[in-house]
C-alpha cells in the first residue's frame, strides 16, 4: 500500500520519465503533508503522480505517489515571480503533462477540488485551471473591490479570484509565466497575474469551484503595504498591457453563482472604517484632488456627511474611483507610494460601505457582482482618460 | 506799476548791476566736468561690459537650443527604445516615482543641463569681459554664479519638503494620528527653513544672524512638533501606564460579561 521512496534514489543521474502530473507543494508539517498525498492518493489512484516538495518525505508515503526534492519556495501568501521561474523549473526538469501548483494550507483543500484543477488541464482542454474558492464573509475584501472588478472589466473573464495561489497550468502556461517573471528580474518577489497572461496569450482559462479553504495570510495585519504591494502590482501589469485591454471584448456570460459561505453573528468594526474615511476626508481632500475629477468628489463629500450606519459608497463611484486612480499611476501624478496610500482611507470606505449592505440582508456576492458590472459599465471612461488624459483637466 | 514792471521785463540789462562773479562760473564748469566725467566713467562702463552681457545671453540662447534639440533627439530614440517599459520591467523607481515618465524625465534632464551649462559659460563670458574692460570692482559677480546655486537649492529643498510633507501626512493619516496634518507642516517648514537657510548662507547673507536666526526656528519648530505630539498623545500614554501598573499591582479581575462577537476583516 505504502512505499517510502528515498530523495536520494530518485536523484538518480539517468534522464527522467515523461511525467503525466507534477503536484508542486510548499513546505508545510508533516501531519499537514501527510493530509495532502493522501487526498492526492485518493484522487490519482495508480497515475505515478510525482510531487515535489521541500518538505522532508513522510515515513509512509501512499502508493502510486513519487516524491521529489524541491528547492524552497512558495512560503508567502501569494505566488510570486520566483514561484513561476521555479515551477518552470521543475516542469522542465521533469517533462510534466501537467502542473497542480499548490500554495500553502493547500490541505484544506479537498479532494475533489485537486481532482478538478487536474482533470482540467490534464485533458488539456484548459491551460489554466483557476480555483473558486469559498471564503468566510468579509474575508478577500482586496480581491472583491478591486482585483476581481478590473481583471473582469479589462481582461473580459469572470475569475472570481485572479490571485488565486493554487492553479493547474498547461505545459505552455508555466513557459508563459515565467517569461512574465523574467521581466521582473529586478524583484523576485513581484507578484505576477496568471488570468491576465493567459488572456493576453489567448490560452483557455476555466474556473472551478472548490468550496473553502483556509488562505494563508501576511504576517503584517497592516493594510497599507498588503494594498500598496498588490494594487500597485495590478496595476502596472495593467499599464504593461494596455494595448490588450484597450480593445472591446464580450465578457463570457455569468455561471450558475456557488453557495455563499454562511454567515457569522457579530458585527464587523464598520465604525471604525468610516471614521478612518472621514478623517482621511479632512486632511487628505488636497491629496485626491489631484487625483479625482469633481465629479468624484462631489461624491465623496457627499459620503464624508454620512454615518456610519448609513455609510454606502455607490457602485458608480467606486469604479471611477479605481479608474482614476488608475490613470493616477499611469500618468505618475503623484508619487506612485503616495498615491496608492492614498487610496486605502477609500478602499475603507468601500468595505464599510459593503459590510452596511450586507448587514442590510444584500447578499455579499450580489453587490460584488453589481461591483463587477459597474466597472464593465465603466470601461469606456478608462480606455477615454487613458488615451486622452489632458481632456479631461479642463 | 505795472508799466514799470512791463519796462523793465523788456530791459536786456540786469536790473542790479551786480559786478560779475567770476568763481561761479568755474564751480558751474567743474561741476559740469564732474557729470560729463562721471557719465563718461559709466558709459564707459557699460560699453565695457555690455558685450559681456550679450555674450551670457548669446550663450544661454545657444545652449538652450542645443538642449532642447538633444533633448527631442533622446525622447525619439528613447521612445523608439521602449526605455519606460524596460524601466518598469527592471522595478526601479518603485519607491521613489517622479510626476513624469523616466523618458521625460532623462529629455528634461538634459535640457536643464544645457541650460545650466549655458549660464556658466555665459557667466564666465561676462566675468572675462568685465575683468577686460574695467578696473572697477563692485561685488555683482560673485552673487551671479552663488545666485544659481542657492536658486538649485530652493528648488530642490522645496521638493524635498513637499515629497516629506506628503509622505507624513498620507502615512499619519493611515496611522489614524490626529495631528497628522499638523506634524505634516511641521515637517514641511522644517525642510523649508533648513532650505533657506542653506540658500542664505552659499548668498553669503546674513552671516551669523542667518545661523542664529535658523537655530532659533528650527529648535522652535522642532520644540512646537514634540510638545505637540507630546500632548496629543498624552491620555495614551496615560493609559498604557496605568494598565501597565494596574496588571503588575491589581489581582487579577472577574471575567467581564460576554461581549457580541466582532467579525473578523481579511483584506487579502
Same mark, same amino acid.
Given at each position: 500500500?505504502?512505499s ?13 520519465? *515523461? ?19 493522501n487526498?492526492?492518493a ?7 503522480l510525482?510531487?515535489?516538495t521541500e518538505s522532508?518525505a ?5 502508493a ?18 520566483a514561484?513561476?521561474l521555479?515551477?518552470w523549473?521543475?516542469a522542465?526538469?521533469h517533462q510534466a503533462r ?12 479537498g ?9 482540467g488541464v490534464?485533458?488539456?482542454?484548459v ?5 473558486r474558492?469559498?471564503l468566510?464573509?468579509h ?15 479589462l481582461f ?6 485572479? $490571485?488565486?495561489i493554487?492553479l ?5 502556461m ?10 521582473t ?8 497575474w ?7 496569450a489567448?490560452f $483557455? ?11 494563508p ?12 504591494? *498588490? ?11 494596455a ?7 464580450? *465578457?463570457?456570460?455569468?455561471r450558475?453563482?456557488?453557495a455563499?459561505a454562511?454567515?457569522v453573528?457579530g458585527?464587523a ?20 484632488s489631484?487625483?479625482l475629477?469633481?465629479y ?25 474611483i479605481?479608474?482614476?486612480?488608475? *490613470? ?19 478602499y ?6 459593503h ?5 442590510a440582508?444584500?447578499?455579499?456576492e450580489a453587490h460584488i457582482?453589481a461591483v463587477? $458590472? ?10 477615454s482618460r ?9 | 506799476?505795472?508799466s ?5 521785463l523788456?530791459?536786456?540789462?540786469p ?13 558751474l564748469?567743474?561741476m ?6 562721471s557719465l563718461?566713467?559709466v558709459?564707459s ?14 550663450a ?5 537650443l542645443?538642449?532642447k ?6 525622447r ?5 527604445c ?19 515618465s523616466p ?8 535640457f536643464?543641463?544645457?541650460v ?9 563670458a ?10 572697477l ?5 560673485p552673487y551671479?554664479?552663488h545666485s ?19 509622505s ?7 496611522a ?12 514641511k ?9 542653506m ?8 552671516g ?6 535658523f537655530?532659533?526656528?528650527?529648535g522652535?519648530?522642532?520644540l ?6 507630546g ?7 496615560s493609559?498604557?501606564?496605568e494598565?501597565?501598573v494596574e496588571?503588575?499591582?491589581?489581582a ?14 481579511r483584506?487579502?
Amino acid at each position: 500500500m505504502a512505499s517510502a521512496d528515498s530523495i536520494s534514489e530518485l536523484s538518480s543521474p539517468s534522464p527522467p520519465p *515523461v511525467t503525466g502530473l507534477l503536484v508542486i507543494v510548499p513546505a508545510m508539517l508533516p501531519e499537514n503533508l501527510e493530509v495532502l498525498l493522501n487526498n492526492l492518493a485518493v484522487v490519482f489512484p495508480g497515475e505515478g503522480l510525482l510531487v515535489a516538495t521541500e518538505s522532508p518525505a513522510p515515513a509512509l508515503v501512499p502508493a502510486g505517489l513519487r516524491i521529489v526534492a524541491a528547492p524552497p519556495w512558495g512560503s508567502g501568501w501569494s505566488l510570486t515571480a520566483a514561484d513561476f521561474l521555479h515551477a518552470w523549473g521543475l516542469a522542465q526538469e521533469h517533462q510534466a503533462r501537467a502542473i497542480l501548483l499548490l500554495g500553502p494550507g493547500a490541505d484544506s483543500l479537498g479532494a475533489g477540488a485537486l481532482r478538478l484543477l487536474a482533470n482540467g488541464v490534464l485533458a488539456g482542454s484548459v491551460d489554466l485551471a483557476v480555483p473558486r474558492y469559498v471564503l468566510p464573509p468579509h474575508a478577500g475584501m482586496i480581491n472583491s473591490a478591486i482585483l476581481y472588478p478590473l481583471t473582469r472589466a479589462l481582461f473580459a473573464t469572470r475569475v472570481r479570484f485572479p $490571485a488565486a495561489i493554487d492553479l493547474g497550468l498547461s505545459p505552455r502556461m508555466p513557459q508563459q509565466l515565467a517569461a512574465a517573471a523574467q521581466r521582473t528580474a529586478g524583484d523576485p518577489e513581484a507578484m505576477l497575474w496568471p488570468v491576465n497572461e493567459a488572456a493576453v496569450a489567448g490560452f $483557455a482559462i476555466e474556473e472551478f469551484d472548490v468550496g473553502a479553504r483556509a488562505l494563508p495570510q501576511p504576517a503584517d495585519a497592516d493594510i497599507n503595504p498588503i494594498l500598496a504591494r *498588490v494594487t500597485g502590482s495590478l496595476f502596472a501589469d495593467i499599464e504593461m498591457k494596455a494595448a490588450y485591454w484597450q480593445r472591446a471584448r464580450r *465578457v463570457p456570460p455569468a455561471r450558475r453563482a456557488p453557495a455563499e459561505a454562511p454567515r457569522v453573528d457579530g458585527a464587523a468594526d464598520v465604525t471604525r472604517m468610516v471614521e478612518s474615511f472621514h478623517f482621511a476626508y479632512s486632511n487628505l481632500l488636497e491629496i485626491w484632488s489631484l487625483v479625482l475629477p469633481p465629479y468624484s468628489l462631489l461624491g465623496l463629500k457627499h459620503l464624508s456627511q454620512m454615518s456610519a450606519l448609513e455609510f454606502r459608497m455607490p457602485d458608480s463611484l467606486w469604479a471611477r474611483i479605481v479608474y482614476d486612480f488608475l *490613470v493616477a499611476y499611469r500618468l505618475r501624478t503623484i508619487n506612485r507610494g503616495h498615491l496608492l496610500g492614498a487610496l486605502i482611507p477609500l478602499y475603507l470606505g468601500w468595505v464599510a460601505g459593503h459590510i452596511n449592505l450586507t448587514v442590510a440582508g444584500t447578499s455579499a456576492e450580489a453587490h460584488i457582482e453589481a461591483v463587477a $458590472a459597474a466597472f464593465e459599465a465603466d470601461k469606456p471612461y478608462l480606455v477615454s482618460r487613458w488615451r486622452w488624459p489632458d481632456r479631461f483637466n479642463a | 506799476m505795472i508799466s514799470l514792471l512791463a519796462t523793465m521785463l523788456q530791459q536786456d540789462r540786469p536790473l542790479m548791476p551786480y559786478p560779475p562773479y567770476t568763481e561761479n562760473v568755474s564751480i558751474l564748469r567743474q561741476m559740469s566736468d564732474a557729470l560729463h566725467m562721471s557719465l563718461n566713467r559709466v558709459l564707459s562702463l557699460l560699453i565695457g561690459v555690455l558685450p559681456g552681457i550679450l555674450a551670457f545671453f548669446v550663450a544661454l540662447a545657444v545652449f538652450a537650443l542645443i538642449g532642447k534639440v538633444i533633448s527631442a533627439f533622446l525622447r525619439w530614440i528613447l521612445t523608439l527604445c521602449k526605455f519606460d517599459a524596460r524601466m518598469a520591467r527592471a522595478g526601479t523607481g518603485a519607491d521613489w516615482t517622479p510626476s513624469n515618465s523616466p523618458t521625460a524625465l532623462t529629455a528634461r534632464i538634459t535640457f536643464w543641463v544645457f541650460v545650466l551649462l549655458g549660464l556658466v559659460i555665459g557667466v564666465s563670458a561676462f566675468d572675462t569681459s568685465y575683468a577686460v574692460g574695467s578696473a572697477l570692482s563692485f561685488s555683482l559677480l560673485p552673487y551671479v554664479t552663488h545666485s544659481v546655486g542657492a536658486i538649485l537649492l530652493l528648488i530642490g529643498g522645496t521638493l524635498v519638503a513637499r515629497f516629506l510633507a506628503r509622505s507624513v501626512l498620507i502615512g499619519a493619516v493611515n496611522a489614524q494620528l490626529q495631528y497628522a496634518r499638523f506634524l505634516s507642516l511641521g515637517v514641511k517648514w522644517l525642510v523649508l527653513v533648513l532650505t533657506a537657510a542653506m540658500a542664505l548662507e552659499h548668498l553669503d547673507i546674513g552671516g551669523s544672524i542667518v545661523e542664529l536666526a535658523f537655530g532659533i526656528l528650527f529648535g522652535g519648530i522642532v520644540l512646537t512638533l514634540a510638545l505637540a505630539v507630546g500632548l496629543g498623545s498624552r491620555q495614551l500614554v496615560s493609559r498604557s501606564l496605568e494598565s501597565h501598573v494596574e496588571r503588575s499591582d491589581r489581582a487579577p479581575e472577574p471575567p467581564s460579561p460576554p461581549t457580541p462577537p466582532t467579525e473578523t476583516i481579511r483584506h487579502f
